[in-house]
Nanobody, 127 residues
Framework: VQLQASGGGLVQAGGSLTLSCAVSLSIFSIHAMGWYRQAPGKQRELVAGISDYGTTKYADSVKGRFTISRDYDKNMLYLQMNSLKLEDTAVYYC??????????????????????WGKGTQVTVSS
């Protein structure tokens, strides 16, 4: 399985971006997917996750601003980011859990379960 993230760029605060993640196989076979980010000097954090049953998880800092979604026909994962803030600046990664058979609930999402990671895409929010 390969993941390829794209869509990052430079945007002004208050603006919007949509990140895309192309998946090399049918996402029907993937138990959960997520978007993580890592800012310089900070730990990687979960931004948003979605399970095969549609359970979602959002970081408190992005609730109401970001939306995770997927397209089964195109085998794509998306992250719609609105009302971007300076603190959203980071490298964003998409990740997938292809191995576990967990029934994801909101508190299940954890990087330790994500066995496939894509290369990151830089998001820079300017003032």
């Amino acid at each position: 399985v390969q993941l390829q993230a794209s869509g990052g760029g430079l945007v002004q605060a208050g603006g919007s971006l949509t990140l895309s993640c192309a998946v090399s196989l049918s996402i029907f076979s993937i138990h959960a997917m997520g978007w993580y980010r890592q800012a310089p000097g900070k730990q990687r954090e979960l931004v948003a996750g979605i399970s095969d049953y549609g359970t979602t998880k959002y970081a408190d800092s992005v609730k109401g601003r970001f939306t995770i979604s997927r397209d089964y026909d195109k085998n794509m994962l998306y992250l719609q980011m609105n009302s971007l803030k300076l603190e959203d600046t980071a490298v964003y990664y998409c990740a997938a859990d292809t191995r576990t058979k967990l029934e994801y609930e909101e508190d299940t999402f954890d990087a330790k379960y994500f066995d496939v990671w894509g290369k990151g895409t830089q998001v820079t929010v300017s003032s």
